[in-house]
């Protein structure tokens, strides 16, 4: 008989945190699950601990491929799953004991996708460093409305910590080069989310990231030339589906937040005369923007070397804070 969920786990060299992963699973207070592990061509001892566990739990499945990327990897587990919903995870994060329950008790009719709204950073014994992602309340969601979440910063954009029904997955969710190793989770719920029914937010703890310095978060370089494929990435199903107009101010404010993370990481290709940078300073002039966007855009109109002393200062005081805040707690 087919289970209620699939949790599809794409595995690639996680070897020393992938035992914690799947420990995390199997240990769920809802059981009635299937488990897919995909390794994704490991040259450690990644795909060992994969076969050891499929042996000793009836409920997990082991796929080897060569390695294609966590997309390909994510879209082979989708083939082979069994179950009417879906749930990522990636190999070197951890879920809370009651993150599958709080889930599936959440699915109902008409609910395409159920997110958990409280995600931690964790470090490697699973302690909490600090939430990166809260949410004071729940919603139920139409399609605009949870894109334009996704588009604001305001729900999570990775795909884990979610319930995704099956049906909503077709072969263009997934059409992504390997070229595109972050960011990869935003647009594909950005392509899910012009054609959801209704999307369910919970306000439960249902992620943890484990913190450690060869992640993605960690290791991935930003790069001006990027953020404007990943604009084009995310415009494209916004624009397919006739969404643009209505979206137009939030799509302002994830530009702003592109502008940001490239200004973080000190890419000097990012230019004042960039035709795409010029397209959003004059889109600011349209609107009402805040204190903090307006200080975004003139930091990327001084000279480099300014730029970087300011950027670097700022991240040092916003580290000072947040070591005096927990010390206070």
Same mark, same amino acid.
Not at 79 to 102: H, I, Q, T, Y
């Given at each position: 008989?087919?289970?209620?969920? /699939? ?16 420990? /995390? ?15 994704? #061509?490991?040259?450690?001892? /990644?795909? +060992? ?6 042996? $000793?739990? +009836?409920?997990?499945?082991? %796929? ?12 082979? #587990? %989708? ?5 009417? !919903?879906?749930?990522?995870?990636? #190999?070197?994060?951890?879920?809370? $004991? ?23 950073? %964790? ?17 139920? !969601? ?18 884990? #910590? ?51 310095? +060869? ?13 404007? /494929?990943? +604009? ?39 230019? $004042? ?53 927990? !010390?206070?707690?």
């Amino acid at each position: 008989m087919d289970r209620p969920i /699939s949790v599809i786990v794409p595995v690639y060299n996680v070897a020393p945190f992938l035992k914690k992963c799947i420990d /995390s699973i199997i240990v769920q207070s809802f059981a009635d699950f299937e488990l897919l592990l995909i390794d994704d #061509g490991s040259q450690d001892e /990644s795909a +060992n601990i994969c076969d050891e566990y499929a042996l $000793k739990d +009836n409920r997990i499945k082991v %796929v080897h491929q060569i390695n294609a990327g966590v997309t390909a990897a994510r879209r082979k #587990g %989708v083939e082979v799953a069994r179950s009417n !919903w879906l749930c990522f995870v990636d #190999g070197d994060d951890m879920l809370p $004991k009651d993150a599958l329950l709080d889930l599936y008790n959440n699915r109902a009719a008409g609910v395409d996708i159920v997110i958990g709204s409280q995600i931690y950073m %964790v470090d490697e014994q699973g302690k909490i460093v600090r939430k990166i992602c809260t949410q004071a309340s729940s919603n139920d !969601w139409n399609n605009i409305e949870f894109l334009k979440a996704l588009l604001e910063g305001r729900t999570p954009l990775s795909v884990c #910590g979610k319930l995704y029904r099956r049906d909503l997955f077709d072969s263009l969710v997934f059409d992504l080069p390997k070229s595109m190793p972050y960011g990869e989770d935003y647009i594909m719920n950005v392509r899910l989310a012009v054609k959801v029914q209704k999307v369910r937010a919970i306000d439960k703890h249902m992620y943890n990231y484990v913190q450690h310095g +060869n992640s993605c978060m960690h290791t991935f370089q930003n790069t001006w030339e990027y953020a404007k /494929s990943m +604009n084009d990435f995310i415009l494209h199903p916004i624009k397919a589906h006739g969404l643009e107009e209505v979206c137009k101010k939030s799509i302002f404010y994830a530009r702003i937040h592109m502008l940001l993370e490239v200004l973080i990481d000190n890419d000097p290709g990012l230019s $004042k005369e960039d035709p795409f940078f010029i397209e959003i300073k004059e889109y600011a002039k349209t609107i009402n923007v805040s204190l903090r966007e307006c200080l975004i855009l003139k930091i990327v109109a001084c000279p480099f070397h300014l730029r970087c002393y300011i950027i670097d200062t700022a991240r040092k005081v916003s580290q000072l804070f947040r070591n005096l805040l927990w !010390w206070r707690n």
